[in-house]
Nanobody, 130 residues
């Protein structure tokens, strides 16, 4: 079992920055594919960024590409999401998620699917004011 706890959310003005953290316990994240998703009120949960366990593959949603950066520190067992140039439409609850590195389905075809992820944090609210 992996327990995930997000932190770092808050209220920020448009154009500002935040760094979200996802602290893992129970297992080492070096064996897990990790990702960030977000969910705005009245909308479905959507993919934001993903980082394969080996670090070799990183993906971003088009809406955040060039503004957000996903990274991991295996020594600290923590995944990060650096968010720059924030926009009001980035307002949402942000969730950290993970699943064990071995899968029968190619990573490139499933990294963006929330249903693939087995472990989730409780979420952290990000609000961007205009």
């Amino acid at each position: 079992q992996v327990q995930l706890v997000e932190s770092g959310g808050g209220l920020v003005q448009a154009g500002g920055s935040l760094r979200l953290s996802c602290a893992a316990s129970g297992r080492t994240i070096s064996d897990y594919n990790m990702a960030w998703f977000r969910q705005a009120p009245g909308k479905e949960r959507e993919f934001v960024a993903a980082n394969r366990w080996s670090g070799a593959d990183i993906y971003y949603a088009d809406s955040v590409k060039g503004r957000f950066t996903i990274s991991r520190d295996n020594a600290k067992n923590t995944v990060y999401l650096q968010m720059d140039s924030l926009k009001p439409e980035d307002t949402a609850v942000y969730y950290c998620a993970g699943y064990y590195k071995y899968s029968t389905t190619a990573y490139s075809s499933i990294y963006y699917r929330p249903t693939r992820y087995d472990y989730w944090g409780q979420g952290t609210q990000v609000t961007v004011s205009s």
